[in-house]
Protein backbone atom coordinates (compact mmCIF):
# COMPACT_ATOMS: atom_id res chain seq x y z
CA UNK A 1 0.00 0.00 0.00
CA UNK A 2 1.58 3.50 -0.65
CA UNK A 3 0.90 6.41 1.35
CA UNK A 4 0.76 10.15 -0.31
CA UNK A 5 -0.96 13.57 0.10
CA UNK A 6 -2.65 15.23 -2.70
CA UNK A 7 -2.89 19.35 -2.98
CA UNK A 8 -4.24 20.10 -6.73
CA UNK A 9 -8.19 20.85 -7.16
CA UNK A 10 -10.03 17.75 -6.44
CA UNK A 11 -11.80 17.73 -10.15
CA UNK A 12 -8.31 16.84 -11.87
CA UNK A 13 -6.79 14.41 -9.19
CA UNK A 14 -5.79 11.96 -11.39
CA UNK A 15 -7.16 8.71 -9.31
CA UNK A 16 -9.76 6.10 -9.70
CA UNK A 17 -12.17 7.44 -6.36
CA UNK A 18 -12.26 10.77 -4.71
CA UNK A 19 -14.27 10.15 -1.01
CA UNK A 20 -16.39 13.08 0.43
CA UNK A 21 -18.64 13.59 2.79
CA UNK A 22 -22.17 14.21 3.00
CA UNK A 23 -23.65 15.64 6.22
CA UNK A 24 -27.11 14.00 7.76
CA UNK A 25 -28.95 17.05 6.32
CA UNK A 26 -27.79 17.38 2.92
CA UNK A 27 -25.32 19.77 3.61
CA UNK A 28 -22.56 19.25 1.42
CA UNK A 29 -18.93 19.61 2.23
CA UNK A 30 -16.37 21.88 0.46
CA UNK A 31 -14.94 18.84 -1.44
CA UNK A 32 -18.19 17.85 -2.29
CA UNK A 33 -19.65 21.38 -3.52
CA UNK A 34 -16.55 21.56 -5.57
CA UNK A 35 -17.75 18.08 -7.20
CA UNK A 36 -21.00 19.37 -7.53
CA UNK A 37 -20.30 22.33 -9.15
CA UNK A 38 -18.08 20.41 -11.67
CA UNK A 39 -20.87 18.31 -12.33
CA UNK A 40 -23.30 20.65 -12.88
CA UNK A 41 -25.23 19.83 -9.81
CA UNK A 42 -25.30 16.01 -9.57
CA UNK A 43 -24.64 15.96 -6.47
CA UNK A 44 -27.24 18.65 -5.03
CA UNK A 45 -29.86 16.56 -7.51
CA UNK A 46 -29.17 13.17 -5.95
CA UNK A 47 -30.03 14.63 -2.45
CA UNK A 48 -32.68 16.51 -3.00
CA UNK A 49 -34.79 13.35 -4.74
CA UNK A 50 -33.56 11.69 -0.95
CA UNK A 51 -31.10 9.17 -2.12
CA UNK A 52 -28.52 9.96 0.08
CA UNK A 53 -29.30 10.88 3.57
CA UNK A 54 -25.84 10.91 4.74
CA UNK A 55 -25.81 8.51 7.73
CA UNK A 56 -22.73 7.88 9.56
CA UNK A 57 -21.52 4.81 8.46
CA UNK A 58 -23.67 4.99 5.18
CA UNK A 59 -21.93 4.87 1.73
CA UNK A 60 -22.45 5.28 -2.05
CA UNK A 61 -20.72 4.97 -5.21
CA UNK A 62 -20.98 7.18 -8.00
CA UNK A 63 -19.73 6.74 -11.74
CA UNK A 64 -18.62 8.85 -14.54
CA UNK A 65 -20.12 12.29 -13.04
CA UNK A 66 -19.20 14.33 -15.89
CA UNK A 67 -16.05 17.14 -15.39
CA UNK A 68 -14.00 14.85 -13.06
CA UNK A 69 -10.72 13.06 -13.87
CA UNK A 70 -11.63 10.85 -11.26
CA UNK A 71 -14.21 8.19 -12.48
CA UNK A 72 -15.91 7.73 -9.31
CA UNK A 73 -16.71 9.79 -6.54
CA UNK A 74 -17.84 7.87 -3.04
CA UNK A 75 -20.47 9.39 -0.76
CA UNK A 76 -19.60 8.80 2.87
CA UNK A 77 -22.12 9.83 5.39
CA UNK A 78 -21.19 12.00 8.19
CA UNK A 79 -23.57 11.85 10.20
CA UNK A 80 -25.49 15.21 12.06
CA UNK A 81 -23.09 18.28 11.83
CA UNK A 82 -23.63 18.93 15.66
CA UNK A 83 -21.48 15.45 16.55
CA UNK A 84 -19.25 15.25 13.82
CA UNK A 85 -16.06 14.98 15.30
CA UNK A 86 -12.96 12.86 15.72
CA UNK A 87 -14.73 9.52 16.22
CA UNK A 88 -17.58 10.09 13.84
CA UNK A 89 -15.00 11.16 11.18
CA UNK A 90 -12.93 7.64 11.83
CA UNK A 91 -16.20 5.77 11.35
CA UNK A 92 -16.77 7.20 8.15
CA UNK A 93 -13.46 6.95 6.86
CA UNK A 94 -13.13 2.90 8.01
CA UNK A 95 -16.49 2.65 5.88
CA UNK A 96 -15.35 4.45 3.17
CA UNK A 97 -12.31 2.48 2.69
CA UNK A 98 -14.53 -0.96 3.03
CA UNK A 99 -16.54 0.10 0.49
CA UNK A 100 -13.66 0.33 -1.78
CA UNK A 101 -12.22 -2.72 -1.13
CA UNK A 102 -15.19 -4.56 -2.17
CA UNK A 103 -14.84 -2.87 -6.03
CA UNK A 104 -12.20 -2.78 -8.31
CA UNK A 105 -10.71 0.79 -7.17
CA UNK A 106 -6.88 0.87 -7.20
CA UNK A 107 -6.21 4.32 -6.06
CA UNK A 108 -8.27 6.53 -3.83
CA UNK A 109 -7.98 10.11 -2.76
CA UNK A 110 -9.43 11.25 1.47
CA UNK A 111 -11.36 14.07 0.27
CA UNK A 112 -13.54 13.82 3.40
CA UNK A 113 -14.38 16.88 5.99
CA UNK A 114 -11.95 17.02 8.59
CA UNK A 115 -12.78 17.66 12.31
CA UNK A 116 -11.23 20.51 14.17
CA UNK A 117 -7.40 20.27 14.06
CA UNK A 118 -7.56 20.27 18.13
CA UNK A 119 -9.15 17.25 17.76
CA UNK A 120 -7.49 16.07 14.64
CA UNK A 121 -4.20 17.24 13.77
CA UNK A 122 -1.95 17.47 10.39
CA UNK A 123 -0.09 14.36 11.89
CA UNK A 124 -2.97 12.80 13.30
CA UNK A 125 -5.35 13.03 10.20
CA UNK A 126 -2.36 10.93 8.25
CA UNK A 127 -1.90 8.61 10.58
CA UNK A 128 -5.68 7.54 10.88
CA UNK A 129 -5.95 7.29 7.54
CA UNK A 130 -3.20 4.86 6.83
CA UNK A 131 -4.07 2.75 10.08
CA UNK A 132 -7.88 2.85 9.43
CA UNK A 133 -6.54 1.81 6.09
CA UNK A 134 -4.35 -1.36 6.73
CA UNK A 135 -7.26 -2.19 9.60
CA UNK A 136 -10.18 -2.32 6.38
CA UNK A 137 -7.59 -4.42 4.49
CA UNK A 138 -6.70 -6.75 6.96
CA UNK A 139 -7.67 -10.35 6.51
CA UNK A 140 -7.88 -12.92 9.22
CA UNK A 141 -5.08 -15.78 8.78
CA UNK A 142 -7.75 -18.20 8.57
CA UNK A 143 -6.92 -22.35 8.13
CA UNK A 144 -10.24 -22.78 5.57
CA UNK A 145 -9.74 -25.07 3.22
CA UNK A 146 -11.20 -23.33 0.19
CA UNK A 147 -10.10 -20.98 -1.79
CA UNK A 148 -8.71 -17.80 -0.65
CA UNK A 149 -10.98 -14.28 -1.44
CA UNK A 150 -8.72 -12.24 -3.76
CA UNK A 151 -7.15 -9.21 -2.48
CA UNK A 152 -8.53 -6.09 -2.90
CA UNK A 153 -7.43 -3.86 -5.57
CA UNK A 154 -6.62 -1.03 -3.63
CA UNK A 155 -3.03 -0.10 -3.38
CA UNK A 156 -2.75 3.89 -3.34
CA UNK A 157 -4.56 5.74 -0.84
CA UNK A 158 -4.09 10.15 -1.01
CA UNK A 159 -5.12 11.87 1.57
CA UNK A 160 -5.73 15.96 1.85
CA UNK A 161 -6.09 18.87 0.53
CA UNK A 162 -2.72 19.90 2.37
CA UNK A 163 0.50 21.82 1.34
CA UNK A 164 3.58 23.28 2.32
CA UNK A 165 4.66 22.54 6.44
CA UNK A 166 1.09 20.58 6.71
CA UNK A 167 1.54 17.89 4.25
CA UNK A 168 4.73 17.28 5.81
CA UNK A 169 3.03 16.40 9.22
CA UNK A 170 0.63 14.38 7.05
CA UNK A 171 2.85 12.53 5.63
CA UNK A 172 5.00 11.74 8.56
CA UNK A 173 1.40 10.85 10.13
CA UNK A 174 1.11 8.61 6.89
CA UNK A 175 4.40 6.77 7.37
CA UNK A 176 3.85 6.24 10.77
CA UNK A 177 0.28 5.17 10.34
CA UNK A 178 1.34 2.03 7.78
CA UNK A 179 4.13 1.00 10.19
CA UNK A 180 0.89 1.25 13.12
CA UNK A 181 -1.20 -1.03 10.83
CA UNK A 182 1.12 -3.63 10.22
CA UNK A 183 2.67 -4.31 13.60
CA UNK A 184 -1.19 -4.11 14.39
CA UNK A 185 -1.36 -6.86 11.91
CA UNK A 186 1.42 -8.78 13.48
CA UNK A 187 -0.12 -8.87 16.81
CA UNK A 188 -3.74 -9.95 15.05
CA UNK A 189 -1.90 -12.85 12.94
CA UNK A 190 -0.26 -14.34 16.03
CA UNK A 191 -2.99 -13.97 18.27
CA UNK A 192 -5.77 -15.18 15.36
CA UNK A 193 -3.55 -18.84 15.45
CA UNK A 194 -4.54 -21.85 17.78
CA UNK A 195 -3.11 -22.49 20.39
CA UNK A 196 -2.03 -25.84 18.68
CA UNK A 197 -0.12 -24.26 16.07
CA UNK A 198 1.18 -20.23 18.21
CA UNK A 199 3.43 -22.57 20.67
CA UNK A 200 5.66 -20.53 22.88
CA UNK A 201 7.90 -22.68 20.75
CA UNK A 202 6.47 -20.96 17.87
CA UNK A 203 6.58 -17.17 19.12
CA UNK A 204 10.27 -17.65 19.54
CA UNK A 205 10.12 -18.91 16.21
CA UNK A 206 8.70 -15.26 15.27
CA UNK A 207 10.76 -13.35 17.38
CA UNK A 208 14.01 -14.96 15.31
CA UNK A 209 11.91 -14.33 11.97
CA UNK A 210 11.52 -10.53 12.79
CA UNK A 211 15.18 -10.43 14.07
CA UNK A 212 16.21 -12.03 10.47
CA UNK A 213 13.94 -9.18 9.05
CA UNK A 214 15.23 -5.96 10.47
CA UNK A 215 18.24 -5.58 10.74
CA UNK A 216 18.17 -3.33 14.15
CA UNK A 217 16.64 -6.34 16.05
CA UNK A 218 18.84 -9.22 17.98
CA UNK A 219 17.13 -11.78 19.33
CA UNK A 220 17.83 -14.22 22.25
CA UNK A 221 15.55 -17.26 23.37
CA UNK A 222 16.23 -19.05 26.83
CA UNK A 223 15.29 -22.49 26.98
CA UNK A 224 14.09 -24.83 29.96
CA UNK A 225 17.84 -25.48 31.31
CA UNK A 226 18.35 -21.54 30.95
CA UNK A 227 15.01 -20.97 32.50
CA UNK A 228 16.29 -23.08 35.73
CA UNK A 229 19.77 -21.26 35.68
CA UNK A 230 17.53 -18.27 36.14
CA UNK A 231 15.88 -20.23 38.75
CA UNK A 232 12.73 -18.99 37.59
CA UNK A 233 10.60 -21.12 39.27
CA UNK A 234 7.27 -19.22 38.94
CA UNK A 235 7.09 -19.31 35.37
CA UNK A 236 8.36 -23.13 34.78
CA UNK A 237 5.42 -23.73 37.76
CA UNK A 238 2.61 -22.86 34.93
CA UNK A 239 4.49 -24.39 32.16
CA UNK A 240 4.93 -27.98 33.57
CA UNK A 241 1.65 -28.97 33.30
CA UNK A 242 2.13 -29.03 29.61
CA UNK A 243 3.71 -30.71 26.95
CA UNK A 244 4.89 -27.84 25.37
CA UNK A 245 8.29 -26.48 26.09
CA UNK A 246 8.19 -22.81 27.76
CA UNK A 247 10.38 -20.13 26.63
CA UNK A 248 11.90 -16.63 27.78
CA UNK A 249 12.04 -14.17 24.80
CA UNK A 250 14.57 -11.37 24.39
CA UNK A 251 14.21 -9.35 21.85
CA UNK A 252 15.87 -5.93 21.48
CA UNK A 253 15.66 -3.09 19.45
CA UNK A 254 19.10 -0.73 19.44
CA UNK A 255 18.20 2.46 18.14
CA UNK A 256 19.33 5.04 20.66
CA UNK A 257 22.98 5.60 22.73
CA UNK A 258 25.01 2.74 23.76
CA UNK A 259 24.60 4.19 27.31
CA UNK A 260 21.16 5.21 27.24
CA UNK A 261 19.12 3.20 29.37
CA UNK A 262 15.73 1.14 27.14
CA UNK A 263 12.25 0.71 27.43
CA UNK A 264 11.51 -2.90 28.44
CA UNK A 265 8.52 -4.16 27.36
CA UNK A 266 7.33 -7.66 28.81
CA UNK A 267 4.62 -9.05 27.39
CA UNK A 268 2.06 -12.43 28.92
CA UNK A 269 2.37 -15.25 26.55
CA UNK A 270 0.10 -17.78 28.10
CA UNK A 271 -0.25 -19.75 24.60
CA UNK A 272 -3.37 -21.45 25.96
CA UNK A 273 -4.68 -20.90 28.90
CA UNK A 274 -6.83 -24.03 30.12
CA UNK A 275 -6.84 -22.70 33.83
CA UNK A 276 -4.46 -25.52 34.65
CA UNK A 277 -5.73 -28.23 37.65
CA UNK A 278 -8.23 -25.18 38.54
CA UNK A 279 -9.74 -25.87 35.36
CA UNK A 280 -11.55 -22.93 33.92
CA UNK A 281 -15.58 -23.76 33.05
CA UNK A 282 -15.83 -24.89 28.85
CA UNK A 283 -17.60 -21.94 27.64
CA UNK A 284 -15.84 -19.72 25.35
CA UNK A 285 -12.75 -21.68 26.54
CA UNK A 286 -10.83 -21.79 23.12
CA UNK A 287 -11.05 -17.39 23.87
CA UNK A 288 -7.78 -18.50 25.78
CA UNK A 289 -5.63 -19.19 22.52
CA UNK A 290 -5.65 -15.19 22.63
CA UNK A 291 -4.14 -15.42 26.41
CA UNK A 292 -0.95 -14.46 24.39
CA UNK A 293 -1.37 -11.30 23.24
CA UNK A 294 0.72 -8.76 25.59
CA UNK A 295 3.12 -11.25 23.91
CA UNK A 296 2.40 -10.41 20.79
CA UNK A 297 1.61 -6.93 21.11
CA UNK A 298 5.65 -7.13 22.39
CA UNK A 299 6.45 -8.37 19.36
CA UNK A 300 4.35 -6.52 17.43
CA UNK A 301 5.99 -2.79 18.92
CA UNK A 302 9.52 -4.43 18.74
CA UNK A 303 8.80 -4.51 14.78
CA UNK A 304 7.24 -1.31 14.98
CA UNK A 305 10.38 0.04 16.41
CA UNK A 306 12.42 -1.42 13.97
CA UNK A 307 10.58 -0.54 10.39
CA UNK A 308 10.03 3.11 11.75
CA UNK A 309 13.67 3.18 12.98
CA UNK A 310 12.84 4.29 15.99
CA UNK A 311 15.61 6.36 17.91
CA UNK A 312 15.39 4.87 20.96
CA UNK A 313 16.30 1.37 22.64
CA UNK A 314 13.70 -0.85 23.47
CA UNK A 315 13.49 -4.34 24.83
CA UNK A 316 11.20 -7.31 24.48
CA UNK A 317 10.27 -9.66 26.94
CA UNK A 318 7.93 -12.31 26.55
CA UNK A 319 7.14 -15.07 29.22
CA UNK A 320 5.95 -17.70 26.51
CA UNK A 321 4.08 -20.76 28.13
CA UNK A 322 1.02 -23.14 27.77
CA UNK A 323 -0.79 -23.86 31.31
CA UNK A 324 -2.39 -27.06 31.14
CA UNK A 325 -3.98 -29.82 33.66
CA UNK A 326 -1.86 -33.03 34.27
CA UNK A 327 -0.23 -35.52 36.44
CA UNK A 328 2.85 -33.40 36.47
CA UNK A 329 0.78 -30.01 36.57
CA UNK A 330 1.22 -27.38 39.38
CA UNK A 331 -1.23 -28.47 42.04
CA UNK A 332 -3.44 -25.64 44.34
CA UNK A 333 -1.20 -25.17 47.46
CA UNK A 334 2.16 -25.66 45.63
CA UNK A 335 4.57 -23.68 46.94
CA UNK A 336 7.68 -22.39 44.66
CA UNK A 337 9.97 -19.79 44.59
CA UNK A 338 10.31 -16.97 41.98
CA UNK A 339 13.49 -15.53 40.18
CA UNK A 340 13.33 -12.63 42.82
CA UNK A 341 13.83 -15.22 45.69
CA UNK A 342 10.47 -14.72 46.79
CA UNK A 343 8.03 -17.57 47.47
CA UNK A 344 4.97 -17.67 46.47
CA UNK A 345 1.51 -20.25 47.38
CA UNK A 346 0.17 -21.20 43.98
CA UNK A 347 -3.74 -21.00 45.49
CA UNK A 348 -5.24 -20.75 41.75
CA UNK A 349 -3.58 -22.08 39.04
CA UNK A 350 -6.13 -20.36 37.02
CA UNK A 351 -4.23 -17.25 38.17
CA UNK A 352 -1.01 -17.88 35.85
CA UNK A 353 -0.08 -14.48 34.11
CA UNK A 354 1.29 -13.09 37.13
CA UNK A 355 3.57 -16.05 37.75
CA UNK A 356 4.69 -16.28 33.89
CA UNK A 357 4.78 -12.14 34.26
CA UNK A 358 6.85 -12.25 38.03
CA UNK A 359 9.94 -13.71 35.95
CA UNK A 360 9.95 -11.46 32.95
CA UNK A 361 9.59 -8.95 35.24
CA UNK A 362 12.76 -9.97 37.56
CA UNK A 363 14.46 -10.87 34.53
CA UNK A 364 13.88 -6.96 32.69
CA UNK A 365 15.94 -5.42 36.23
CA UNK A 366 19.11 -6.51 34.31
CA UNK A 367 18.81 -4.16 31.70
CA UNK A 368 18.60 -1.33 34.08
CA UNK A 369 15.60 0.17 31.89
CA UNK A 370 14.54 3.57 32.02
CA UNK A 371 10.59 2.35 32.34
CA UNK A 372 9.30 -1.17 32.17
CA UNK A 373 5.40 -1.75 30.96
CA UNK A 374 3.88 -4.93 30.91
CA UNK A 375 1.23 -5.46 28.78
CA UNK A 376 -1.26 -8.83 29.92
CA UNK A 377 -4.61 -10.53 29.37
CA UNK A 378 -4.69 -10.81 33.17
CA UNK A 379 -7.76 -11.02 34.90
CA UNK A 380 -11.31 -11.15 33.88
CA UNK A 381 -12.19 -8.82 37.00
CA UNK A 382 -10.20 -6.11 34.60
CA UNK A 383 -13.36 -6.75 32.22
CA UNK A 384 -16.02 -6.71 34.57
CA UNK A 385 -14.55 -3.21 35.97
CA UNK A 386 -13.75 -1.52 32.52
CA UNK A 387 -15.67 -3.73 29.62
CA UNK A 388 -14.46 -3.52 26.39
CA UNK A 389 -13.57 -0.43 25.64
CA UNK A 390 -10.42 0.89 28.45
CA UNK A 391 -7.57 -1.45 28.79
CA UNK A 392 -6.87 -0.99 32.52
CA UNK A 393 -3.45 1.63 33.62
CA UNK A 394 -1.77 0.57 36.94
CA UNK A 395 1.61 1.39 38.47
CA UNK A 396 4.19 2.14 40.88
CA UNK A 397 5.06 5.49 38.58
CA UNK A 398 2.30 7.77 38.48
CA UNK A 399 4.11 9.65 35.47
CA UNK A 400 4.61 6.73 33.63
CA UNK A 401 0.90 5.41 33.98
CA UNK A 402 0.08 9.28 32.65
CA UNK A 403 2.00 8.58 30.47
CA UNK A 404 0.56 5.97 28.23
CA UNK A 405 -3.49 6.85 29.29
CA UNK A 406 -2.42 9.97 27.38
CA UNK A 407 -0.76 7.91 24.63
CA UNK A 408 -3.85 5.89 24.48
CA UNK A 409 -6.10 9.03 23.84
CA UNK A 410 -3.64 10.02 20.88
CA UNK A 411 -3.60 6.56 19.23
CA UNK A 412 -7.56 6.12 19.69
CA UNK A 413 -6.54 2.94 22.16
CA UNK A 414 -7.80 4.39 25.19
CA UNK A 415 -6.57 2.70 28.90
CA UNK A 416 -7.63 3.79 31.67
CA UNK A 417 -6.18 4.14 35.45
CA UNK A 418 -7.02 1.67 38.54
CA UNK A 419 -5.59 2.74 42.11
CA UNK A 420 -2.56 0.45 43.25
CA UNK A 421 -2.60 1.35 47.07
CA UNK A 422 -1.33 -0.32 49.31
CA UNK A 423 -4.08 -1.63 51.11
CA UNK A 424 -4.50 -4.19 48.07
CA UNK A 425 -1.31 -5.75 48.61
CA UNK A 426 -2.44 -7.01 52.10
CA UNK A 427 -5.14 -9.38 50.14
CA UNK A 428 -2.07 -11.59 49.18
CA UNK A 429 -1.02 -12.39 52.46
CA UNK A 430 -0.32 -16.51 52.83
CA UNK A 431 0.16 -18.45 55.86
CA UNK A 432 2.81 -20.22 54.30
CA UNK A 433 4.93 -18.25 51.47
CA UNK A 434 5.76 -14.72 50.92
CA UNK A 435 2.19 -14.56 49.52
CA UNK A 436 -0.54 -16.36 47.40
CA UNK A 437 -1.01 -15.40 44.08
CA UNK A 438 -4.86 -14.61 44.39
CA UNK A 439 -6.38 -11.75 46.48
CA UNK A 440 -10.46 -12.99 46.55
CA UNK A 441 -12.40 -11.89 44.32
CA UNK A 442 -12.74 -8.49 45.23
CA UNK A 443 -10.70 -5.59 43.30
CA UNK A 444 -9.19 -8.91 41.19
CA UNK A 445 -7.43 -6.64 38.58
CA UNK A 446 -5.79 -4.41 40.81
CA UNK A 447 -4.51 -7.34 43.47
CA UNK A 448 -3.01 -8.87 40.06
CA UNK A 449 -1.16 -6.12 40.08
CA UNK A 450 0.00 -5.75 43.34
CA UNK A 451 1.18 -9.18 43.19
CA UNK A 452 3.60 -7.62 40.08
CA UNK A 453 4.46 -4.62 42.09
CA UNK A 454 6.19 -7.12 44.26
CA UNK A 455 8.62 -8.04 41.74
CA UNK A 456 9.11 -4.07 39.93
CA UNK A 457 10.12 -2.22 43.25
CA UNK A 458 12.84 0.06 42.36
CA UNK A 459 12.09 0.32 38.67
CA UNK A 460 9.63 3.05 36.91
CA UNK A 461 6.83 0.33 35.89
CA UNK A 462 3.81 0.24 34.86
CA UNK A 463 1.21 -2.43 33.70
CA UNK A 464 -1.88 -2.93 30.97
CA UNK A 465 -4.38 -5.27 31.64
CA UNK A 466 -5.52 -6.30 28.35
CA UNK A 467 -7.98 -8.83 29.11
CA UNK A 468 -10.84 -6.94 27.57
CA UNK A 469 -9.43 -5.19 24.84
CA UNK A 470 -7.46 -7.54 23.19
CA UNK A 471 -9.69 -9.66 21.43
CA UNK A 472 -13.51 -9.76 20.61
CA UNK A 473 -15.62 -12.72 20.35
CA UNK A 474 -19.07 -13.47 19.27
CA UNK A 475 -19.79 -13.33 15.33
CA UNK A 476 -16.63 -10.89 14.87
CA UNK A 477 -14.59 -13.49 16.84
CA UNK A 478 -10.91 -12.23 16.41
CA UNK A 479 -7.54 -10.15 17.73
CA UNK A 480 -8.48 -6.43 17.58
CA UNK A 481 -4.55 -5.83 17.39
CA UNK A 482 -4.53 -3.62 20.80
CA UNK A 483 -3.11 -2.28 22.50
CA UNK A 484 -0.28 -2.12 19.81
CA UNK A 485 -1.53 1.58 18.28
CA UNK A 486 -0.98 2.71 22.29
CA UNK A 487 2.36 1.48 22.56
CA UNK A 488 3.46 2.70 19.39
CA UNK A 489 2.08 6.09 20.29
CA UNK A 490 4.08 5.65 23.76
CA UNK A 491 7.71 4.21 22.27
CA UNK A 492 7.23 7.86 19.18
CA UNK A 493 6.94 10.48 22.34
CA UNK A 494 9.63 8.50 24.28
CA UNK A 495 12.15 8.31 21.14
CA UNK A 496 11.00 12.55 20.25
CA UNK A 497 10.39 10.98 16.73
N1 LIG B 1 -6.23 -15.26 31.13
C1 LIG B 1 -7.05 -15.14 32.26
C2 LIG B 1 -7.78 -13.81 32.32
C3 LIG B 1 -8.94 -13.64 31.40
C4 LIG B 1 -10.12 -14.30 31.63
C5 LIG B 1 -8.85 -12.77 30.35
C6 LIG B 1 -11.19 -14.10 30.78
C7 LIG B 1 -9.93 -12.57 29.52
C8 LIG B 1 -11.10 -13.24 29.73
C9 LIG B 1 -6.21 -15.27 33.53
O1 LIG B 1 -5.14 -16.11 33.44
C10 LIG B 1 -7.11 -15.79 34.58
O2 LIG B 1 -7.57 -16.89 34.46
N2 LIG B 1 -7.35 -14.98 35.61
C11 LIG B 1 -8.22 -15.38 36.66
C12 LIG B 1 -7.60 -14.95 37.95
C13 LIG B 1 -8.28 -15.50 39.17
C14 LIG B 1 -8.10 -16.99 39.25
C15 LIG B 1 -7.70 -14.84 40.40
C16 LIG B 1 -9.55 -14.66 36.45
O3 LIG B 1 -9.55 -13.51 36.02
O4 LIG B 1 -10.58 -15.28 36.68
MN1 LIG C 1 -5.70 -18.12 33.88
ZN1 LIG D 1 -4.34 -16.42 31.61
Sequence with gaps: MRFETWSKSITTLDVDCVIVGVFEDG???AEARLIDRASGGRLAKLLARGDFPGRLGETLLLADLPGLTAQRVLLSGLGARKSFGRKPWRKACTAAIAALTRTGVKSAAVALERPNADVLDDYYFGRAVAELTGAALYRVNDLKSGKKPKPAALAQVLAGPVAGSAARAVARGLAHGSAIAQASAVQR??????????TPRY???QAR?????????????????????EKMGCLLAVAQGSNEPPRLIVLEHKGGGRAEAPVVLVGK???????????KPGAEMDEMKYDMSGAAAVLAALSFAAAVKLPLNVVGIVGAV????????????????SASGQTVEILNTDAEGRLVLCDALYYARRFKPAAVVDLATLTGACVIALG?????????????????????????DRAWPLPLTEEYTEQLKSNFADFANIGGRDGGAITAAAFLAKFTQGMSWAHLDIAGVAWQGGAHKGSTGRPTPLLADFLLRRARA
Design 27 to 29: ELT
Design 189 to 198: DLGNLPGNIC
Design 203 to 205: LAE
Design 209 to 229: ALARRHRSLTVRVLEEPALRR
Design 269 to 279: GVTFDSGGISL
Design 322 to 337: ENMPDGKAVKPGDIVT
Design 388 to 412: HHHSGALGNDETLVRELIDAGVRAD
